[in-house]
């Protein structure tokens, strides 16, 4: 979780080596993008508003209408009857602390199927099938990057940047917690982009 987040908000400073310590500066995405999807099934229950953007906020900058959608259905007070909050105001994912780092919180540990949550990817409660292995999805720290931006970054070779400095971040606090190496993979560069529906979060 915090590899991911320094990866998503550092400010990658190197003046004093420790790069990795410089996580959640920014709060919202720097190259602002809309993030308006008309193609997802889940805008049937979140569709994007009118005048409002969904870039990139918080710790793991929650993006697109529906991630917004979702997040509000289970956060806000008035989630269940159909105003969504987060919906029609995201800033406010990035105006409150409290908000922001809830969102990053769930992120982590909602699965999205296909997709599992990323912490049953780390602690082992995530258990691929043969479709799954067939796809090198692994329990690893590789697929917990295929779970947060899978589309972008994996599937590119082993030397794709983002996904080198994500597994520099993820190592540097293993051994900040003098935790044993990883021994899975640390980069998703031979995985699909997004993970097979037969998978085993995909079957859930």
Not at 17 to 41: C, H, M, R, V
Not at 58 to 73: A, H, I
Request: aromatic content about 16%; charged content about 20%; overall charge negative.
């Amino acid at each position: 979780m915090f590899a991911h987040w320094g990866q998503e908000t550092g400010k990658r400073s190197t003046s004093n080596g420790e790069f990795w310590t410089q996580g959640l500066y920014y709060t919202e995405e720097i190259a602002k993008s809309d993030y308006k999807s008309t193609a997802n099934g889940n805008d049937v229950n979140y569709p994007p508003q009118d005048g409002v953007q969904y870039f990139g906020r918080g710790p793991f900058q929650l993006s697109w209408n529906y991630n917004y959608g979702f997040f509000s259905k289970v956060y806000s007070s008035d989630g269940y009857d159909g105003r969504m909050e987060l919906l029609k105001d995201p800033a406010a994912v990035s105006r409150s602390g409290y908000t922001a780092m809830a969102s990053g919180i769930w992120f982590y540990m909602t699965p999205q199927k296909p997709k599992p949550s990323m912490h049953d990817v780390m602690t082992g409660y995530f258990e691929p099938n043969a479709t799954d292995l067939s796809n090198n999805i692994d329990a690893s720290f590789a697929t917990t990057i295929n779970i947060i931006n899978g589309g972008i970054e994996c599937g590119n070779g082993r030397d794709y940047p983002k996904v080198k400095s994500r597994g520099e971040y993820f190592q540097e606090w293993l051994n900040f917690f003098d935790l044993p190496a990883e021994n899975g993979e640390l980069d998703c560069g031979t995985q699909p982009k997004g993970l097979p529906a037969g998978g085993t979060a995909g079957k859930a």
